[in-house]
């Protein structure tokens, strides 16, 4: 239990460290490379079982229109690319 109490402290600190250094909030930091692992698993090939598993677990319907997806999508994009750009120019990614 001890080493997992020293990776979690270490896993903090490397977080703080990011948002300090791009200015952005380490929750923020943590949702950035969430999204980017969501995206690189979408890049893998799935089988239709297991896609229509997905589909049918997730079966919430959304409570906003199609404009404010959109535009919840449009901000979400720009916050996504804009903390690439920072973590790009340290050479984190």
Known sequence: MAVKAVDRRVFESVID???KA???????????????????????????????????KDKRT???STMEL???AREELKKFHRIEGKLKKLGVI
């Open 17 to 19: 460290g990011l948002a």
């Open 22 to 56: 791009t200015k952005e909030k380490p929750e923020d930091i943590v949702w950035f490379f969430q999204v980017r692992e969501l995206m690189n698993e979408m890049d893998k090939p799935m089988g239709d079982e297991k896609a229509w598993r997905i589909i049918l």
């Open 62 to 64: 959304a409570n906003l």
């Open 70 to 72: 959109l535009e919840l």
